[in-house]
Each structure stands twice: as structure tokens, then as C-alpha cells.
């Protein structure tokens, strides 16, 4: 299975370079209208075509990556971070504490995702900002049930008790054992996570509750092409294919690390 | 989720199922729902006055109205807003209790018929799409079991492709092969099974990737165990050994996963319904949404919250009657 970590690591270096470096992929501005070249198709001269305002779409899909990766990986910090703490307080804490923060989240698994989201940018408004936000908290009571049964586990662990055992205080266990343990399921939460969240993101864009246009950012580049859906296809077309490229380039770097964590 | 109710020490599948106590487990249920419900209502009802400015002006035509002094006030009278808050959350309350969930803003008819018009379209599309993505998922996963280890792999990737699909997405490229190039399916949803088929397909390939993943590894799982190989030396063939174990092994993780798959599925639905400009209560809640329609929002998010207590609790449910282990455990 390494084919799958190699083909992963070359797509996720593409989309790095892309958001850390977009000049040297793509050298003219996103941003450059020629009104004169509006929906040109996908030729040699614009592997992707243009859109509206003859803006080349490979060109601005290269500068997205850096926003559309912003917004992936603050959506799953803000999610993980928040998750941690509840998963640490129901696995760690006493069993009252434990009992109290799964109810919570058992309310909150009766708001699915994209329903959560919606329900809190009913109320701060759309954009980018609240919308990254509305990923962000729609997913943690999902990470945050995994984090509490990872503590669980390993709390019941051997090298715990025997942790305990040699006479080590709670907080030297709680330091050396149990975080180091939880914080590789932690690793493989973000990377999968990523790629999700980028998804979630976008397609609250596509609705028109994101990101906006004119940012050369995938999620307001497809809600910009959904109104020439049927006659320009490629506006919508090239944006969401790079979505789905990193969601899976994402999901199979934290697969591989998985199995090897896992062996 | 629920404590063990049957320590047994020494269990026999027939006995220990008939000594499980139904009713302890049926009234800790039920008390969990109902609290499960309270807390929705009330934090959606909370989290509503969050919302900055004036209710008032969202029910006369949105911020930029320009409504009179009079007219604000009618409104605050109408909807109740003028009473104090504990008040005004006792009264929401009590009508959500005899089903009444208010008027809708945008649409001035109640909330309850506005649900009830458009439930049915939603139920339709999301349990055809559940069907079809079970059946996806378990062909997908039955012919790589026996295809060997390439086919496993192909149709591994096949499945992290799958669940990685955005449904917006999804759906425009199906419109482009099905509705543009090929002209087979219209573009928008009609009434009939022609209209039901890309949507249908845009909800279930992703959850048929999710599902298929889980019920591959099920199976592996089920096929080198004990239990098969016990079967296998009593003479049992092949197909014995998938249909009869095999396939009862992927179920188990299959249903436990049926209340997630209810909300990837309705939040799905809200992506689905707008493209394929479908009628039903996705399409409502996000329009809900735009216009700030705060009733029609919190009884579109109650309706989803009781469905999926209502779907998890059938699924637990379905788990002790598939599964006698987890009734032990």
C-alpha cells in the first residue's frame, strides 16, 4: 500500500506548493480580466477555460489552494480543539462529568452536519468567516466521540497500569502515557478531517453562504459558476475536481497512517 | 449509550435473549428521546435570540423594509415577542407539545403545513438513496471479497473516491453526462421515477462509499474467522459461507451506521433539493435560511432531530435482534 501513501503525499505537495508558492505554478494574476476571451472551453491555451470575464480558471484554481486549505484546516482545528477538551473531560473526568458531556452530544448528533451549520449561519450571518466556523463546530461532537473512547481505551491500557503501579502521579500519566497515545488517533482525525471540511465548506460556498466572489477561492469560484451551469460547464467543473483531489488525497495519507500507526 | 441490563454469566444465545429485560430498556430509551428533544428545543430556541436585530423587522420584509413604528409592533404583538422571554419559551414549548410549531415568516402559513407539504418528497429521496447505496455498497464489496487482492484495492480506492465526492458536484457532472451529452435524464427533478434517478444517485454513490468501506472490512473480518472455517470443514461451500456469515457480519456495522447515514442524507438533501430544484424540506430549510425564517428553521431542525431519535432508536433496536452479543455485553 504504499503506491496510495506516495500518489497522496505528490498530489497534497502539488496543492502545497499551489497555496504557498501560486506564482511559480501560475505566473499571471488571478484577478486580470480580458472581457474579449469570456468562456473560452478548455483549449491548450487555457487547460481549464475562462470564465465570465475571460479570467483563466487553472490559473485561479492554482491561487485558491492557499484560502481553500485555510479554510479546510481552521474548520478542523476549530473542530479537534473543541473536541479534545470534551473528549478529555468525559474520558478523564469523573463519572458524573462523563455522563453530563455524552448527553451533550448525544443533543448535538440529533443536528446532523450541514444542518448545524445552517442553524448558526441563521444566526451570525453567511461568509467566510462564520461559514469556516460552522464547519468547524459541526464536526466536533463527531471527533469528540472518537477522542473519548480513544481515552477510554487506553486508560484501560497495560502500560498504564503498570504506570501506576511504579507509583507515577496522575498528571506524569496523564502527560507521558495517555496523551502521547491519544495524540496519534489525533493525527490521523486531522488528516482525514481536512479533506472533509474542505467539502462541507465548499458546498456551504455553493449555496451562496460562503465564501464570495471574486476570491479566486474554489467554494466562491463554483457558487460564481452555478448560474452557467448548463452552458459553461467547465467554470464549476475544474474548481469541484480539485476539491474532490485533495478530499482524496487527504483521506489516503490518513489511511496510510492508520495502518502503520495500527501495525 | 445504554448500560448493560443482562450480566449473565454463563450465556446461551435462545436464553439469555428471552431473560433480557425489554421494558428497563424500553423506558431509558424513551426517557432519553424525550430529553434529547427537550434540549433541542431548547437550545434552538435560546440560540435564535442570538440572532442580532430586530425579529420584528425580519417578519415585515427583512432589514431593508423600511417598516412603520406601528407596523413593528403589530408584528411583535402577533408573534408574541413582546412578552418576556421565560414566558415567551413556556408558550413556545407548550405548542410544540400539542404539535403546534408556529408561522412561517416568509411564507405566512404555519410551520406544521409547510413540514407536511414538503416531508414526503425528502422521506422518498432519502430512503430510495439509502436502498440504493446498501445495494451499491454490498455488490461493491462482495465481488472485490472474492476478486482478490487487486480487485480489493481498485475497489478500495473506488470507495474513498466515492465518499469524497462533494454532492454539488456530484450532481453537476451528472447533469453533464446524463442531461447534456447523452439527453437520457432531464436536468431538473419532474415528478416521476425519471426525476428521482440523478438525484437519487447524487445522495447514494457518496454514502455507498462511506457504507462500503465499513461492510469490506466486516466481511474480511467475518470470512478468516472461526466460525467460517468451523462451517467450511463442516462442508459448507462458498456461497454458503458469504450469504449465510459473511453478509449477516456486514449488516451489524451497516445498521450501526444507519443514524449517521439518516443525517449525511438529509444534509445532502438540503444540496440535492436546490439543484435539482426538487421540492422538500431541504430546499426549504435553506431558503429558510436565507430569508432568516426563524420558525420555519427551528420546525424544519425539530422534524430532523426526531427523525434521527427516531431512526437510532429502530437501530438499536435491530442491533439486539441481529446481533445477540451486544444484548450480553
Given at each position: 500500500?504504499?503506491?496510495?501513501?506516495?500518489?497522496?503525499?505528490?498530489?497534497?505537495?502539488?496543492?502545497?506548493?499551489?497555496?504557498?508558492?501560486?506564482?511559480?505554478?501560475?505566473?499571471?494574476?488571478?484577478?486580470?480580466?480580458?472581457?474579449?476571451?469570456?468562456?473560452?472551453?478548455?483549449?491548450?491555451?487555457?487547460?481549464?477555460?475562462?470564465?465570465?470575464?475571460?479570467?483563466?480558471?487553472?490559473?485561479?484554481?492554482?491561487?485558491?489552494?492557499?484560502?481553500?486549505?485555510?479554510?479546510?484546516?481552521?474548520?478542523?482545528a476549530?473542530?479537534?480543539?473543541?473536541?479534545?477538551?470534551?473528549?478529555?473531560?468525559?474520558?478523564?473526568?469523573?463519572?458524573w462529568?462523563?455522563?453530563?458531556t455524552t448527553?451533550?452530544?448525544?443533543?448535538?448528533?440529533?443536528?446532523?452536519?450541514?444542518?448545524?451549520?445552517?442553524?448558526?449561519?441563521?444566526?451570525?450571518?453567511?461568509?467566510?468567516?462564520?461559514?469556516?466556523?460552522?464547519?468547524?463546530?459541526?464536526t466536533?461532537?463527531?471527533?469528540?466521540?472518537?477522542?473519548?473512547?480513544?481515552?477510554?481505551?487506553?486508560?484501560?491500557?497495560?502500560?498504564?497500569?503498570?504506570?501506576?503501579?511504579?507509583?507515577?502521579?496522575?498528571?506524569?500519566?496523564?502527560?507521558?502515557?495517555?496523551?502521547?497515545?491519544?495524540?496519534?488517533?489525533?493525527f490521523?482525525?486531522?488528516t482525514?478531517g481536512?479533506?472533509?471540511?474542505?467539502?462541507?465548506?465548499?458546498?456551504l460556498?455553493?449555496?451562496?453562504?460562503?465564501?464570495?466572489?471574486?476570491?479566486?477561492?474554489?467554494?466562491?469560484?463554483?457558487?460564481?459558476g452555478?448560474?452557467?451551469?448548463?452552458?459553461?460547464?467547465?467554470?464549476?467543473?475544474?474548481?469541484?475536481?480539485?476539491?474532490?483531489?485533495?478530499?482524496?488525497?487527504?483521506?489516503?495519507?490518513g489511511?496510510?497512517i492508520?495502518?502503520?500507526?495500527?501495525? | 449509550?445504554?448500560?448493560?441490563?443482562?450480566t449473565?454469566?454463563?450465556?446461551?444465545?435462545?436464553?439469555?435473549?428471552?431473560?433480557?429485560?425489554?421494558?428497563?430498556w424500553?423506558?431509558?430509551r424513551?426517557?432519553?428521546?424525550?430529553?434529547?428533544?427537550?434540549?433541542?428545543?431548547?437550545?434552538?430556541?435560546?440560540?435564535?435570540?442570538?440572532?442580532?436585530g430586530?425579529?420584528?423587522?425580519?417578519?415585515?420584509?427583512?432589514?431593508?423594509?423600511?417598516?412603520?413604528?406601528?407596523?413593528?409592533?403589530?408584528a411583535?404583538?402577533?408573534?408574541g415577542?413582546?412578552?418576556?422571554?421565560?414566558?415567551?419559551?413556556?408558550?413556545?414549548?407548550?405548542?410544540?407539545?400539542?404539535?403546534d410549531?408556529?408561522?412561517?415568516?416568509?411564507?405566512?402559513?404555519?410551520?406544521?403545513?409547510?413540514?407536511?407539504?414538503?416531508i414526503?418528497?425528502?422521506?422518498?429521496?432519502a430512503?430510495v438513496?439509502l436502498?440504493?447505496?446498501?445495494?451499491?455498497a454490498?455488490?461493491?464489496?462482495?465481488?472485490?471479497?472474492r476478486?482478490?487482492?487487486?480487485?480489493?484495492a481498485?475497489?478500495?480506492?473506488?470507495?474513498?473516491?466515492?465518499a469524497?465526492?462533494?454532492?454539488?458536484?456530484?450532481?453537476?457532472?451528472?447533469?453533464?453526462?446524463f442531461s447534456?451529452?447523452?439527453?437520457?435524464?432531464?436536468?431538473?427533478?419532474v415528478?416521476?421515477?425519471a426525476?428521482?434517478v440523478?438525484?437519487?444517485?447524487?445522495?447514494?454513490?457518496?454514502l455507498?462509499?462511506?457504507?462500503?468501506?465499513?461492510?469490506?472490512?466486516?466481511?474480511?473480518?467475518?470470512?478468516?474467522?472461526?466460525?467460517?472455517?468451523?462451517?467450511?470443514?463442516?462442508?459448507?461451500?462458498?456461497?454458503?459461507?458469504?450469504?449465510?456469515?459473511?453478509?449477516r457480519?456486514?449488516?451489524?456495522?451497516?445498521?450501526?451506521?444507519?443514524?449517521?447515514a439518516?443525517?449525511?442524507?438529509?444534509?445532502?438533501?438540503?444540496?440535492v433539493?436546490?439543484?435539482?430544484a426538487?421540492?422538500?424540506?431541504?430546499?426549504?430549510?435553506?431558503?429558510?435560511?436565507?430569508?432568516?425564517?426563524?420558525?420555519?428553521?427551528?420546525?424544519?431542525?425539530?422534524?430532523v432531530?426526531?427523525?434521527?431519535?427516531?431512526?437510532?432508536?429502530?437501530?438499536?433496536?435491530?442491533?439486539?435482534?441481529?446481533?445477540p452479543?451486544?444484548?450480553?455485553?
Amino acid at each position: 500500500m504504499k503506491i496510495r501513501a506516495i500518489v497522496a503525499g505528490a498530489i497534497l505537495l502539488f496543492i502545497a506548493v499551489a497555496a504557498l508558492a501560486p506564482g511559480v505554478l501560475a505566473p499571471t494574476d488571478p484577478l486580470a480580466i480580458h472581457p474579449l476571451e469570456s468562456f473560452r472551453p478548455p483549449s491548450f491555451e487555457h487547460l481549464f477555460g475562462t470564465d465570465e470575464s475571460g479570467r483563466d480558471i487553472l490559473t485561479r484554481v492554482i491561487h485558491g489552494a492557499g484560502a481553500s486549505l485555510l479554510i479546510g484546516l481552521s474548520a478542523t482545528a476549530i473542530g479537534v480543539s473543541i473536541a479534545v477538551v470534551l473528549g478529555l473531560l468525559a474520558g478523564l473526568g469523573p463519572r458524573w462529568l462523563d455522563f453530563g458531556t455524552t448527553r451533550f452530544l448525544e443533543v448535538l448528533f440529533a443536528f446532523p452536519g450541514l444542518l448545524f451549520a445552517l442553524l448558526f449561519i441563521v444566526i451570525y450571518g453567511p461568509g467566510i468567516v462564520t461559514s469556516t466556523i460552522a464547519v468547524g463546530l459541526a464536526t466536533a461532537p463527531g471527533y469528540a466521540r472518537i477522542i473519548r473512547s480513544t481515552v477510554l481505551q487506553v486508560r484501560r491500557a497495560p502500560y498504564l497500569e503498570a504506570a501506576t503501579v511504579l507509583g507515577r502521579g496522575r498528571a506524569y500519566r496523564i502527560v507521558h502515557h495517555l496523551l502521547p497515545n491519544v495524540a496519534g488517533s489525533l493525527f490521523v482525525l486531522v488528516t482525514l478531517g481536512i479533506g472533509q471540511s474542505i467539502v462541507w465548506a465548499s458546498s456551504l460556498s455553493y449555496l451562496g453562504l460562503g465564501a464570495v466572489p471574486p476570491a479566486p477561492e474554489w467554494g466562491a469560484m463554483l457558487s460564481a459558476g452555478r448560474t452557467y451551469i448548463t452552458s459553461f460547464w467547465w467554470m464549476t467543473f475544474f474548481p469541484g475536481a480539485f476539491i474532490v483531489l485533495t478530499a482524496v488525497a487527504t483521506t489516503l495519507l490518513g489511511r496510510s497512517i492508520q495502518d502503520r500507526t495500527r501495525s | 449509550m445504554v448500560e448493560p441490563l443482562v450480566t449473565d454469566p454463563l450465556p446461551i444465545e435462545g436464553a439469555s435473549r428471552a431473560r433480557h429485560r425489554w421494558l428497563p430498556w424500553a423506558l431509558l430509551r424513551l426517557g432519553g428521546v424525550v430529553f434529547v428533544l427537550w434540549a433541542v428545543a431548547t437550545v434552538t430556541f435560546f440560540a435564535i435570540r442570538l440572532i442580532p436585530g430586530d425579529p420584528a423587522e425580519a417578519i415585515v420584509g427583512g432589514p431593508g423594509s423600511q417598516a412603520s413604528a406601528e407596523a413593528l409592533a403589530q408584528a411583535r404583538a402577533d408573534y408574541g415577542l413582546d412578552q418576556p422571554l421565560l414566558t415567551q419559551y413556556l408558550t413556545y414549548l407548550s405548542h410544540l407539545v400539542r404539535g403546534d410549531l408556529g408561522n412561517s415568516y416568509s411564507l405566512r402559513s404555519p410551520v406544521v403545513d409547510v413540514i407536511g407539504e414538503n416531508i414526503g418528497g425528502t422521506l422518498l429521496l432519502a430512503v430510495v438513496s439509502l436502498v440504493v447505496a446498501s445495494l451499491i455498497a454490498l455488490g461493491v464489496a462482495a465481488l472485490s471479497v472474492r476478486g482478490g487482492r487487486l480487485a480489493s484495492a481498485l475497489a478500495s480506492l473506488l470507495e474513498v473516491i466515492a465518499a469524497a465526492v462533494p454532492h454539488f458536484w456530484l450532481a453537476i457532472a451528472l447533469i453533464l453526462l446524463f442531461s447534456t451529452v447523452l439527453g437520457w435524464l432531464p436536468p431538473v427533478s419532474v415528478p416521476g421515477v425519471a426525476g428521482l434517478v440523478l438525484p437519487v444517485l447524487t445522495l447514494a454513490i457518496p454514502l455507498a462509499g462511506f457504507l462500503g468501506q465499513v461492510m469490506r472490512e466486516s466481511i474480511l473480518a467475518a470470512i478468516s474467522s472461526p466460525f467460517v472455517l468451523a462451517s467450511r470443514a463442516r462442508g459448507e461451500n462458498e456461497r454458503g459461507v458469504f450469504w449465510r456469515h459473511a453478509l449477516r457480519h456486514a449488516a451489524i456495522p451497516a445498521i450501526g451506521l444507519t443514524g449517521w447515514a439518516f443525517g449525511a442524507l438529509i444534509s445532502g438533501a438540503v444540496v440535492v433539493e436546490t439543484i435539482f430544484a426538487r421540492p422538500g424540506l431541504g430546499r426549504s430549510l435553506l431558503s429558510a435560511v436565507q430569508q432568516r425564517d426563524v420558525p420555519l428553521v427551528l420546525g424544519v431542525v425539530l422534524v430532523v432531530a426526531v427523525g434521527y431519535m427516531l431512526v437510532t432508536t429502530l437501530t438499536d433496536l435491530a442491533d439486539r435482534l441481529v446481533d445477540p452479543r451486544v444484548v450480553r455485553r
